[in-house]
Each structure stands twice: as C-alpha cells, then as structure tokens.
C-alpha cells in the first residue's frame, strides 16, 4: 500500500500550482515552474473563449453530435471529448473505442498540460489505457514537469497498468523536473517493493541519480535511515512502512553490486 505521508514535499502531489484540482485524479503533479506574464495571460484569453459544455456519457448521445464536438475544448478546462469521458466514473470503454476509431487523440493536451492517457493512467483505468496503447500514442509524452505516464503509475503502485506501459516500450530511465526522479525512485519513494520488484524483472537502470545526487538505492537508504524525517510516529502504519523499507534495501543492494 502507498504511503503518502514518507516525504513532506510529496502533499504537493495532490494539488495543481494553479490553485485547481482536476477531478478523479488519485495523485495530483504539481507545477512548480511559475508561468511567465505572457504565458498566464495567453491562458486566461484562452479560458474566456471556451463556452462552458456539458454532454450525457452515452454512445447514442455522441454518435449524433460527434461532428460537433470531434477536436474540440469543450469547457474552461480545455478539455477534449476524450479528457471527459476518462473522467466519466461509468465511462463506456465501447465510447472510448468509438471517439478513437473517429480521430480523436489520447495524446490532446488541456490547459494543465495533462492528456487523457495519462488521466486514464494516473486513474489506473486499464481497461481505457489499453484501448490508447492499440492506436499506439507516444507512452513517454509527459505532463506537468516532465512527469511521465510511468511515472505516474509507479507513484501510485498500477501494478497491471505498469506492465502495460512496459510492454509498449515506455521508458524506465525518464526523470522528472521535480526530484530528477526515475520510475524506480518514485516506487522506492511509496515503499512499494511490489512495484520495485516489477521493475527491477524489467531491467530498470540502478545507476540514474537525482537531483540530490542519490541513486535509487541511495534514496531507499536514506528513507530507512531516516524514519522520524518521513513519517508520523503516531501512525499505526509505521512498522508495515519500515519493514517495507528495509525489504528494498536488501532487494537492491545485492543487484546494484553486480
């Protein structure tokens, strides 16, 4: 199980820089690079233009007004068709089958850099990522600081979604702009050795350090080593947590020496 409480930077994934949180997202990846005047201005112009709408998630509802929606915002958000019906909580997968067999991409990009492949990825939606990976997008394109798709997955322990995006050829050796973090540092980082040994079968690389400088094993040793900094002592959780911590050290220091 994910523990959100190990770094006190990490309460920043649940919300946006922009003061705005997108809906049905488990994890929120924050913006932490400042939009520049002229940025900022552009997307409140682009905001004002965009008529708020609303549709009934059905397939008969967007098969009769799929031409006037098909690559559009369709509300303040810059959302696409796909964006809402991802968000939808009983989405139609045959829906999502339809809008793609009609040219819509999984890869558009709304207003908080975010794709509908990486909402239904981040949402641990499998069967909507599978559906995006049979038109075979680009599995790396990332959101908000350079955040990935695996990345995301990893941060919030989708086992299945995981192997997807490994099976489609995403990168284990991406590192975001906020921590310099790989797929496997962001594991470490839940104390998720389910996920940690997921990706070590899949021959993540050992070697990649952060923006502290640390290797995956490093940052495992200094979260074991650092117990009081990560965690509420209160927590009844504490000893599963640390038990999981020393369980990757051990995991990695072995392979790491090879």
């Given at each position: 199980m994910a523990n959100t409480k190990q770094l006190p930077s990490l309460f920043l994934l649940f919300c946006l820089a922009n003061t705005c949180m997108l809906p049905a997202m488990p994890v929120e990846v924050p913006n932490n690079k400042a939009?520049?005047?002229?940025?900022?201005?552009?997307?409140k112009a682009k905001i004002k233009k965009c008529k708020p709408w609303t549709f009934i998630h059905t397939l008969e509802s967007v098969k009769k007004d799929l031409a006037k929606i098909a690559g559009k915002e369709l509300?303040?958000?810059?959302d696409s068709i796909l964006h809402l019906v991802c968000d939808s909580p009983d989405y139609d997968i045959d829906l999502i089958v339809l809008l793609l067999q009609a040219g819509e991409s999984p890869l558009c990009i709304n207003y908080f850099g975010k794709t509908p492949f990486f909402e239904a990825v981040s949402r641990g939606d499998h069967d909507i990522v599978q559906a995006f990976l049979e038109v075979k997008p680009s599995v790396d394109l990332a959101g908000p600081n350079k955040v990935t798709p695996m990345h995301i997955a990893c941060l919030n322990g989708h086992a299945s979604?995981?192997?997807?995006?490994?099976?489609?050829?995403?990168?284990?050796?991406?590192?975001?702009?906020?921590?310099?973090?790989?797929?496997?540092?962001?594991?470490?980082?839940?104390?998720?050795?389910?996920?940690?040994?997921?990706?070590?079968?899949?021959?993540?690389?050992?070697?990649?350090?952060?923006?502290?400088?640390?290797?995956?094993?490093?940052?495992?040793?200094?979260?074991?080593?650092?117990?009081?900094?990560?965690?509420?002592?209160s927590d009844d959780d504490l000893e599963p947590c640390y038990d999981s911590r020393q369980e990757i050290v051990d995991l990695l220091q072995p392979v790491e020496k090879k």
């Open positions: 939009d520049n005047k002229e940025a900022l201005s552009d997307k509300n303040q958000a810059g979604i995981i192997c997807l995006l490994i099976a489609a050829g995403a990168s284990l050796k991406a590192q975001d702009a906020l921590y310099g973090w790989t797929p496997l540092h962001w594991a470490i980082s839940q104390s998720n050795i389910f996920i940690v040994e997921i990706l070590l079968a899949a021959n993540t690389p050992l070697d990649i350090k952060d923006l502290e400088n640390r290797t995956p094993l490093q940052l495992a040793e200094h979260m074991l080593n650092n117990r009081n900094k990560f965690d509420d002592d």
